[in-house]
């Protein structure tokens, strides 16, 4: 509860990539999924969101599936490993008014 507490913390700070979180808490990248995972659902429930800017290849520019919260090993189009990875923030949801 503790990691998830200081995690949405971060993310209300600026945005971070998955190596700023496994250095920042000492975790491995399966943990660090995990709890990006729990986080997106307890925001649900705060009005707010957990954006993802998905991974980049710097050779090419294509640009990695929205969905992937770890940073890819290569590009499928070129065979590159620069990799520029995913970042993460939270964004306040505007509040929907009813009629």
């Known amino acids: 509860m503790v990691y998830l507490k ?9 945005e971070v990539t998955p190596k700023e979180l496994r250095d920042t808490f000492k975790i491995n990248n399966r943990r ?3 709890l990006l995972e729990i986080v ?5 429930k ?8 998905p991974a980049v290849c ?6 990695f599936s929205k969905k992937e919260i770890s940073t890819p090993w290569k590009c499928p189009r070129c065979k590159s490993e ?6 993460f923030y939270i964004k306040e ?3 929907r008014k009813r009629r």
């Open 6 to 14: 200081a995690l949405i913390q971060k993310l209300e700070e600026k």
């Open 32 to 34: 660090v999924r995990v």
């Open 40 to 44: 997106r659902r307890i925001l649900k």
């Open 46 to 53: 705060k009005n707010k969101e957990l954006v993802i800017v």
């Open 58 to 63: 710097k050779n090419c520019g294509y640009v």
């Open 82 to 87: 620069r990799i520029i990875p995913p970042r």
């Open 93 to 95: 949801n505007k509040k």
